[in-house]
């Protein structure tokens, strides 16, 4: 038999041992022998479903036969595998016998400090870390027992007690900080520690047996001297806040209070307590314990809710706000101390490696109520050994929190090489008619997919709602401005659609529409304007003619008018004409007609122009006759635009007219302007003309073939007052309408005037008027007539003399007068 | 000339003015047109595209030409006339288009 440290034989038979199987089958009838004969039986190999079972057998302390059940000491250690024993020796001292080890073990009163809340040894080591304990005083009271007596036979199969120990002298180092070093150092406090309550010397068993029955039966009042011993301690060491967790202090075990109950005593005590000290101290005392933090432990706080709840322990529990604990996430994974009255001291909670099913009251309270001894090997099916952990709530909750990480916006995106994996090898293997794509390459199956509609399961499914979710995000407009109460003016959000303006450019037209003034108030325009008008004319002139060419569309008619009428209402708004200029303003039409394009394109402009809108250009072209430059002594080509232009386009309009048209408009001419002057322009001795011989026609009862009814006595008495008045301003000036004979002067050039002269002479409506007439052109006219060789001439004075009536012609006249 | 009444002018003659909008307002008037190679035009503008492709009507082409005597390494500037009735001009050789210079 091998030396241990305690004097028993740490050799342990293999796991194929025969003497070892057979034992544990015998022992298959006992209360728990089933369990393990039930996982023995599965089989012989290390299936992965038993792993667990396997593992737990392993690091479980003992075997059945440590129970106490067991009957035969040769099970002892039966099912136990290689423990890494083969060093014991060195370890330990080869020397060390049993009887040598003495039982005064408590060199530092550990026993008083932790005597309500002790993880047993073999719990911590097992479990590694995780540290829940739902018994420490039935664990420090076994603890107690394992120091008192540690059996021969026993402490062979504890090889763990060495590292208990060593547990002990880190719990009795508050300062310490590395764990290595904690083993090393022995436990820094003497006997009777003067700032502890409790006295500290090694007891023995019995008293502190004692002691313990006297602790149970005032639980509170040692938690709260706990606590303030705790809280001195930590003042004593002027370290982190005692908070219950005071990490290396004596009262590691304090751990094992719920947090709650230690937040509200310490409220008690203290005010508020920074809680940022604690996270810090708190992950101290976790790696110092040996215990690791564990992420939220909810189930353990509900559990530990529970639990207190049934126990005696009155804890005001309103004073367990949140209270600004930021640790809560983080909380150490401590259990509430469960302070069970002193019957349960013996026992030991057998902690589940997930924790209790809290559903199953009885069965925990069972479990608990076990100590050490009655430690089963849980081997109910996996379901029911971890039925009832979470809630309905939390698993949802992580179910959505890992769909949420699978869930992706575009499958072929993110996953794209798994999708055409899986279409690949799905090409492959399929030979179904209804799914199958084989025969497509991935490429098209892929488009395929993406064409198809969702599936049905829950990837799907989320999926779409994300998209749905992400499509709403996008086209909700939080509003392109948001107004607040009682300010003037709304704030324009910026976002995509509507971007914030960096730069303010202001156009030419943006600021200053508000401020329409009439027109031409001000002052006149300038060339560059009236060309930008002339040619915004133009294009309008342009639009129409390409409408009229093109023609309606088929169905459209009524379109095709609408646009001709919106097309030639904005040209007559260009034309200017429409509003009413003062006479000593420019006007913007006038101003049109002194350019050739603006001469040129008055016939195209005439021809969208209904008649209202026509006689209202010639009258407003009659009225601002002197500001056109062909009238005012113009180049001849320009007069010649003109007059080739703009003349024709108004004698058609003229010729259509009834006579008080007429009269109207050579009224204006008389009185606008010096009949002097406008006779001597090519233009307004063309106008006169034309009027002159329309009311000729007129009176001549030529408008009937028109449509017009015959002139009124009224305008013919109207037409005979203004004829005399023209004739009356023109008096004594006929010969000087003539244009100056220039050098090139050809007769071409005069025709104008004879046809004016004829017609003021078919107008006559008095035997003065021609004989006035014909006395002052009289040079004239007999010059021209003896111009027998110029054909023209002689056709132009024989246009006036029968105007005159005379009977004579231009040859008679010339014979005559010589 | 004077333009004092830009305040004053009604909406319709004020529109949004591009570069070629002024062009524009040249047709059918006299411009002065200078092309690449030292040559000026002078005539009547009565088309214009996008690219300066030109028609003009009436047009007298000023093309300068410089001499460089070798002996005496003199410059001698001399300009040749032609006139066209109707021209059809190119727009990528067309430096700048202007109203004529009023002299």
Redesign the interface.
């Known amino acids: 038999m091998a030396n241990s440290f305690f004097g028993f034989d740490t050799t342990l038979p293999g796991r194929g041992d025969p003497r070892a199987f057979p034992q544990s089958r015998r022992n298959d009838r006992d209360t728990f022998g089933e369990e393990l004969g039930g996982a023995l039986e599965d089989g012989d190999g290390f299936e992965g479903s038993r792993l667990d079972e396997l593992m737990e057998q392993k690091f479980a302390y003992g075997g059945p036969q440590d129970v106490g059940l067991e009957e035969s000491e040769e099970a002892a250690g039966v099912s136990l595998e290689d423990d890494n024993a083969d060093l014991n020796d060195e370890t330990f001292g080869a020397s060390a016998a049993p009887e040598t080890i003495g039982t005064d073990f408590d060199f530092s009163a550990n026993n008083e400090l932790m005597r309500e809340s002790v993880p047993s040894q073999p719990d911590l080591d097992r479990l590694n870390g995780q540290g829940y304990r739902d018994h420490p005083r039935a664990s420090m009271s076994y603890r107690n027992d394992q120091w008192d007596e540690p059996l021969p036979g026993e402490m062979s199969r504890r090889p763990s007690q060495l590292s208990r120990e060593n547990l002990a002298e880190i719990w009795n180092k508050p300062q310490s900080a590395s764990s290595a070093t904690m083993r090393r150092q022995p436990p820094p406090q003497p006997y009777d520690n003067p700032a502890l309550g409790i006295p500290q010397r090694p007891m023995s068993l019995e008293e502190i047996e004692a002691h313990m029955l006297r602790n149970a039966r005032t639980e509170n009042r040692h938690l709260e001297e706990i606590e303030a011993q705790m809280m001195r301690n930590a003042r004593a060491h002027g370290q982190m806040h005692p908070q219950g967790y005071g990490p290396t202090q004596s009262g590691v075990d304090r751990h094992m209070m719920s947090l709650a109950e230690v937040e509200a005593a310490l409220r008690a005590q203290h005010g508020p307590i920074p809680p940022q000290h604690m996270p810090a101290n708190l992950h101290n005392a976790m790696t110092m314990g040996g215990m690791r933090p564990a992420s939220p432990r909810g189930p353990q706080m509900e559990q530990a809710g529970q639990m207190r709840s049934q126990s005696p322990r009155p804890q005001p529990m309103d004073q367990v706000g949140d209270g600004g604990y930021q640790y809560r996430g983080q909380r150490a994974p401590v259990q509430l101390g469960h302070f069970f009255p002193a019957q349960h001291r013996g026992q030991f909670v057998h902690q589940n490696r997930q924790g209790y099913p809290r559903n199953d009251y009885q069965q925990r309270y069972q479990n608990d109520r076990r100590g050490f001894q009655d430690r089963r090997v849980d081997n109910r099916p996996r379901e029911e050994r971890y039925r009832g952990i979470m809630n309905q709530y939390e698993k949802e909750l992580i179910a959505k929190i890992q769909i949420s990480q699978l869930v992706t916006d575009d499958p072929y995106r993110d996953d794209f090489y798994y999708k055409v994996y899986t279409s690949l090898t799905a090409a492959n293997q399929q030979t179904s008619d209804d799914q199958s794509k084989a025969g497509l390459n991935w490429q098209q199956s892929l488009l395929m997919d993406q064409t198809r509609g969702g599936g049905a399961n829950v990837t799907n499914r989320m999926q779409q709602q994300m998209q749905r979710l992400i499509e709403g995000r996008k086209q909700k407009p939080k509003g392109t401005s948001l107004s607040l109460e009682g300010a003037l003016g709304k704030i324009s959000l910026s976002s995509v659609r509507n971007p914030r303006q960096l730069l303010q450019v202001s156009?030419?037209?943006s600021t200053?529409?508000a401020?329409?003034?009439?027109?031409?108030?001000?002052?006149?325009?300038?060339?560059?304007?009236i060309?930008?008008?002339i040619?915004?004319v133009y294009s309008d002139v342009l639009e129409l003619e390409v409408l009229k060419r093109k023609g309606p569309e088929e169905d459209n008619v009524d379109e095709w008018n609408s646009q001709i009428e919106q097309c030639r209402q904005k040209m007559w708004?260009?034309l200017?004409v429409a509003e009413p200029v003062p006479l000593n303003f420019p006007h913007?039409f006038a101003a049109f007609l002194s350019?050739?394009?603006g001469k040129?394109v008055v016939p195209r402009v005439f021809r969208f122009l209904n008649r209202d809108q026509g006689l209202a250009l010639i009258s407003t072209l009659l009225s601002r006759l002197e500001s056109i430059d062909v009238c005012n002594a113009a180049s001849s080509e320009e007069v010649d635009i003109f007059m080739s232009n703009v003349v024709p386009t108004v004698v058609s309009v003229i010729m259509e007219v009834p006579l008080f048209v007429v009269n109207a408009c050579v009224r204006i001419l008389l009185e606008r302007h010096n009949m002097v002057w406008l006779a001597r322009s090519k233009p307004g001795l063309a106008f006169l003309t034309m009027f002159l011989s329309r009311a000729e026609m007129l009176k001549q009862g030529g408008g009937v073939a028109q449509g017009l009814p015959p002139a009124s006595e009224q305008e013919l008495a109207m037409w005979t007052d203004i004829y005399n008045f023209l004739f009356a301003s023109l008096h004594n000036n006929f010969a000087s309408i003539f244009p100056p004979l220039g050098p090139s002067a050809t007769a071409a050039d005069e025709v104008y005037v004879w046809q004016f002269l004829a017609a003021m002479a078919v107008g006559a409506t008095t035997v003065d008027h021609q004989r006035v007439l014909l006395t002052e052109v009289r040079d004239k006219v007999l010059e021209t007539a003896r111009r027998t060789d110029d054909a023209k001439a002689l056709a132009n004075v024989n246009l006036f003399l029968n105007a005159l009536g005379l009977g004579i012609d231009a040859a008679q006249l010339a014979n005559m007068s010589l | 000339m004077a333009e004092v009444g830009t305040a004053a002018i009604p909406p319709e003659a004020r529109e949004t003015t591009e570069p070629l909008d002024l062009v524009r307002l040249s047709l059918d008037e006299r411009v002065y047109v200078k092309m690449r190679g030292d040559r000026e035009l002078s005539g009547r503008l009565h088309a214009y595209d996008q690219h300066m492709n030109m028609v003009l009507g009436d047009v007298e082409e000023i093309i300068t030409v410089v001499d460089v005597n070798e002996q005496t390494y003199e410059e001698i500037v001399q300009t040749v006339k032609k006139q066209h009735e109707m021209l059809f001009v190119r727009g990528d050789s067309v430096i700048l288009v202007s109203p004529p210079t009023r002299s």
Do not use: I, M, T, V
């Open positions: 156009g030419p037209n200053k529409e401020k329409d003034l009439p027109a031409p108030q001000s002052a006149r325009l300038s060339s560059k304007q060309l930008k008008r040619e915004a708004a260009d200017g913007p350019f050739a394009k040129k």
